[in-house]
C-alpha cells in the first residue's frame, strides 16, 4: 500500500492467499441462499440482501478444514468460547446491542493481556448455513491482516465445533444507520456528517489503492460504525472480495450484496470492480444529506426510491439543496450542498464515467476546508493534493 497512513497496513502474515477456494465444498445457488441475511432493524424499510447465481471461486471447493482455512494472523486472538460467555453474561439478552443477518451482537468485556478490561462488541454467528461460515471466515481473514483507522478493528474469534464468533473494539456510537434513521436518535451535525464521509472514503481507498485491491461490496450506512469521536470504521467484511489479478478488469462472481446500493452493471453482467464500492458510496452519500433510506416503503410512492426521487433535482444547482435533511436545518452552503450532491450523482452515474475512490476523497476534502482557510494555509495545496491525507482536517462549511 503506497499511499496509506503510518498506522495502516495489510500484513503479509497469509498462509492461503485465496480465501474464496479455502471455504467450505458446498457451493451456492439461489436456494442455497439464507434469505435472512439482512439487517433487521426492525424498521419496515430494513433492507432485503441480493444473493443470486454461483460463485465462480466458489465451484470448486474442496470441503472445510476449519483451522486449515484460516491466516495466520498474529494480531488475532483466538478465544475460548467460555471466556466470550464470561464476557457477555452468558450471552444474555441484556447484552444484545443489535442483530444483523449473522447474527446477534453482544456487548461485553475482556482483558487485552495487560490486565485491562476493554469493551467489546461479540458477534454470535447464527448456527445454521453455508454462507455464514463463509462470511465469518472471511471477516477473519480480511480483518485480521488489514489495519487503518478507518476499519473497524477485529480482536479475535473462536471457532469452536458448531460455534463461531467474532470479536471487535467496541463502538459507542454503533452504526451510521441508527443515527440517521431510527426515530429518536439525536441528529447528526452537517461537520459530523461530513467527518463521517471523509472517514469512510478514507477507509475505502485504503482497499483499493493497492497492488493487491480489495473490493468491499458491502458498502451501506448499516455497516459504518462509528467511534467515541463520531470516526467512522468500516466492518463486515463478509462479502469482502480480491480484485481483479493478471490485468484482468473486474472479477466475475455471484451478485451478493444488499438491494438498493449494488452497482447496475455488477447486477446484470455479475462484474465486480472497485467501481461497484464507488457506486454504493454515491447511494451512502445520498442517504447521508438526505436523512433519507435508499428505499423506504413508508413514503409516498414516488419518492420510496431514492436515486428516483432525487436525480431531477440533482441535475440542477439551484434546486439541489431541495433534497437536504431538513434536520440539519440550513448548516451548510448552498455551495457545499451542490457539490456533495453533484458528487453523489457522479458515483452513481455510468461505470465508464463514474470517479475512483482517490478522486472523490479528494474533492471531499475540497469540500470540508472552507475557502478562506485554504488560501491562508500553505500547507493546504500538500495537504489536498495528496492522495492519502493525514488525519488532521478541517470540517467547518
Ligand atoms: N463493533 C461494534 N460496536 C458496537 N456496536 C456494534 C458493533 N458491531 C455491530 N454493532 C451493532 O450491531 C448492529 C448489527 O450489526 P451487524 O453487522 O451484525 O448487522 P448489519 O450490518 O446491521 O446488517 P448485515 O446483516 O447486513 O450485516 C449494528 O447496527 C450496530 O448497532
Ligand atoms: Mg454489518
Known amino acids: 500500500m503506497g499511499n496509506c497512513f503510518e498506522s495502516c497496513s495489510k500484513s503479509n502474515d497469509i498462509v492461503d492467499e485465496n480465501i474464496d477456494s479455502s471455504v467450505n465444498s458446498k457451493t451456492l445457488s439461489q436456494g442455497d441462499s439464507d434469505p435472512e441475511r439482512s439487517s433487521t432493524l426492525s424498521s419496515p424499510c430494513s433492507l432485503k440482501p441480493l444473493i443470486t447465481g454461483k460463485d465462480e471461486a466458489d465451484s470448486n471447493l474442496s470441503a472445510p478444514s476449519k483451522e486449515g482455512e484460516m491466516m495466520n494472523s498474529q494480531h488475532l486472538k483466538s478465544f475460548m468460547l467460555d471466556e466470550l460467555k464470561n464476557a457477555t453474561g452468558n450471552f444474555c439478552p441484556e447484552s444484545v446491542i443489535g442483530e444483523g443477518g449473522f447474527g446477534f451482537v453482544h456487548k461485553g468485556s475482556v482483558n487485552d ?13 447464527k448456527t445454521d448455513g453455508f454462507q455464514g461460515h463463509k462470511e465469518w471466515l472471511r471477516e477473519v481473514n480480511y480483518l485480521g491482516r488489514l489495519h ?19 470479536v471487535y473494539e467496541y463502538m459507542p456510537n454503533g452504526s451510521l444507520d441508527n443515527h440517521l434513521f431510527e426515530k429518536g436518535s439525536t441528529v447528526l451535525s452537517w461537520s459530523l456528517r461530513l467527518q463521517i464521509v471523509i472517514g469512510s472514503a478514507r477507509g475505502l481507498c485504503f482497499l483499493h489503492e493497492d497492488k493487491d485491491q480489495i473490493i468491499y461490496r458491502d458498502f451501506k450506512t448499516a455497516n459504518i460504525l462509528l467511534d467515541s469521536g463520531f470516526n467512522a470504521k468500516l466492518s463486515d467484511f463478509g462479502l469482502a472480495k480480491d480484485g481483479p489479478k493478471d490485468d484482468r478488469l473486474h472479477v466475475t462472481t455471484e451478485v451478493i450484496g444488499t438491494q438498493g446500493y449494488a452497482a447496475p452493471e455488477y447486477l446484470t453482467t455479475g462484474h465486480l470492480t472497485t467501481k461497484c464500492d464507488v457506486y454504493s458510496f454515491g447511494i451512502v452519500l445520498l442517504e447521508i444529506l438526505t436523512g433519507r433510506r435508499v428505499i423506504d416503503k413508508t413514503k409516498a410512492r414516488e419518492e420510496e426510491n431514492l436515486v428516483q426521487w432525487v436525480k431531477p433535482y440533482l441535475q440542477d444547482k439551484r434546486k439541489a439543496y431541495r433534497i ?21 450523482l457522479q458515483c452513481i452515474g455510468d461505470v465508464k464515467v463514474r470517479p475512483s475512490m482517490l478522486e472523490v476523497l479528494s474533492l471531499l476534502e475540497k469540500v470540508s476546508i472552507p475557502r478562506h482557510k485554504k488560501s491562508r494555509s500553505k500547507g493546504f495545496d500538500t495537504y489536498s493534493s495528496s492522495p492519502m491525507p493525514s488525519k488532521r482536517f478541517l470540517i467547518t462549511n
Open 148 to 166: 487503518h483507522p478507518n476499519l473497524v478493528k477485529l480482536i479475535g474469534y473462536t471457532l469452536d465445533d458448531e460455534q463461531r464468533l467474532l
Open 324 to 344: 437536504m435533511d431538513t434536520k440539519l436545518a440550513g448548516q451548510y452552503s448552498h455551495k457545499a450542498a451542490f457539490m456533495m450532491s453533484f458528487l453523489a
Open 113 to 125: 493481556g495487560a490486565g485491562i478490561e476493554i469493551a467489546v462488541a461479540v458477534k454470535q454467528l
